[in-house]
């Protein structure tokens, strides 16, 4: 299965960047016409590629964090199992509001249905 996410810029209803899953990992692009702010320092605007374990680290680093007591709350308000480790789930659910406005989503989202990230 092909998943792609996307992110959308919340304020200006553009579209930010894509991460897809492809045969050796994990791909980010930034939209060809996106000149706001980076989704973080890892990733600048030129970049396009396959993430590195440390660029992925710095996405993730933007997710609430387990041990928080209401974490297990977060997790049930977005349907997900707390347990959840999969990337493409976390950054789209818990993680879906980024620090430059960007919202992460399920390329073809519609709302209620997480499931279209499930391998």
Same mark, same amino acid.
Request: hydrophobic share 35%.
């Given at each position: 299965?092909?998943?792609?996410?996307?992110?959308?810029?919340?304020?200006?209803?553009?579209?930010?960047?894509?991460?897809?899953?492809?045969?050796?990992?994990?791909?980010?692009?930034?939209?060809? #016409?996106?000149? +706001?702010?980076?989704?973080?320092? !890892?990733? &600048? %605007?030129?970049?396009?590629?396959?993430?590195?374990?440390?660029?992925?680290?710095?996405?993730?680093?933007?997710?609430?964090?387990?041990?928080?007591?209401?974490?297990?709350?977060?997790? #049930?308000?977005? +349907?997900?199992?707390?347990?959840? !480790?999969? &990337? %493409?789930?976390?950054?789209?659910?818990?993680?879906?509001?980024?620090?430059?406005?960007?919202?992460?989503?399920?390329?073809?989202?519609?709302?209620?249905?997480?499931?279209?990230?499930?391998?």
């Amino acid at each position: 299965m092909n998943r792609i996410i996307e992110y959308f810029d919340e304020q200006k209803h553009r579209q930010v960047a894509t991460v897809q899953e492809r045969t050796g990992g994990l791909y980010f692009a930034y939209h060809p #016409q996106w000149t +706001g702010n980076t989704l973080d320092p !890892s990733l &600048p %605007l030129a970049f396009s590629g396959f993430l590195s374990a440390w660029q992925l680290e710095g996405l993730m680093d933007k997710l609430p964090i387990p041990s928080n007591p209401r974490y297990p709350e977060y997790c #049930q308000k977005w +349907g997900i199992d707390a347990r959840e !480790s999969d &990337p %493409l789930i976390l950054l789209c659910t818990t993680g879906h509001r980024t620090v430059c406005h960007a919202i992460c989503r399920p390329c073809g989202w519609k709302p209620g249905i997480w499931s279209q990230l499930m391998p």
